[in-house]
T-cell receptor, first 114, second 109 residues
Framework: DGGITQSPKYLFRKEGQNVTLSCEQN?????MYWYRQDPGQGLRLIYY???????QKGDIAEGYSVSREKKESFPLTVTSAQKNPTAFYLC?????????????FGPGTRLTVL | GQNIDQPTEMTATEGAIVQINCTYQ??????LFWYQQHAGEAPTFLSY????GLEEKGRFSSFLSRSKGYSYLLLKELQMKDSASYLC??????????FGRGTSLIVHP
């Protein structure tokens, strides 16, 4: 079955710690994205990647970092510099950046900072 | 930049019809998406419009007017399982979707 997976589903961390969220897809998609969703808010773009070894900042990149060493994987690190990291994080992929750019979403990771 | 506006919450009765509106301002336009998101789950694709007019897909239809910067999602024969958030997303000149805040639809018996 083709799809996009995220792990873990729930994650707790102490203030001041870095944490890495996993995102893997086997859809052979070139483009991948990370979004943050807060209650009552839409999806806000953190980072996106069009191709391996390339990624671009989104609207709220401060306090986050990513890597794209493999086509299938796009991990997101939430650093201690992110002032308000508690949120629902969604990873998505699409064939490429183009018209009819339907995105496929992973199940999400809910991060809670204690 | 882009600005997308949709109502925060709507309620409707099972079996009825509901229309969820989305207005947008964007620099460059390459289409508009509607996604459905149940609480705590991933958004799932409902529709895509790039030309003016109505696209029908079963109980769901989506309409676009590019000149007015306006779209709506029409849900017919509402079912309890349609209770969810509905996200409007505009594909701008960069081909990166920008999402609205979502409309929470509550369907009651």
């Amino acid at each position: 079955d083709g799809g996009i997976t995220q792990s873990p589903k729930y994650l707790f961390r102490k203030e001041g710690q870095n944490v890495t969220l996993s995102c893997e897809q086997n859809l052979n998609h070139d483009a991948m994205y990370w979004y943050r969703q807060d209650p009552g808010q839409g999806l806000r773009l953190i980072y996106y990647s069009q191709i391996v070894n390339d990624f671009q900042k989104g609207d709220i990149a401060e306090g986050y970092s990513v890597s794209r060493e493999k086509k299938e994987s796009f991990p997101l690190t939430v650093t201690s510099a992110q002032k308000n990291p508690t949120a629902f994080y969604l990873c998505a992929s699409s064939p490429r950046l183009a018209a009819y750019n339907e995105q496929f979403f992973g199940p999400g990771t809910r991060l809670t900072v204690l | 930049g882009q600005n997308i506006d949709q109502p925060t919450e709507m309620t409707a009765t099972e079996g009825a019809i509901v229309q969820i509106n989305c207005t947008y301002q964007t620099s460059g336009f390459n289409g508009l998406f509607w996604y459905q998101q149940h609480a705590g789950e991933a958004p799932t694709f409902l529709s895509y419009n790039v030309l003016d007019g109505l696209e029908e897909k079963g109980r769901f239809s989506s309409f676009l007017s590019r000149s007015k910067g306006y779209s709506y999602l029409l849900l017919k024969e509402l079912q309890m399982k349609d209770s969810a958030s509905y996200l409007c997303a505009v594909l701008g000149g960069s081909y990166i979707p920008t999402f609205g805040r979502g409309t929470s639809l509550i369907v009651h018996p």
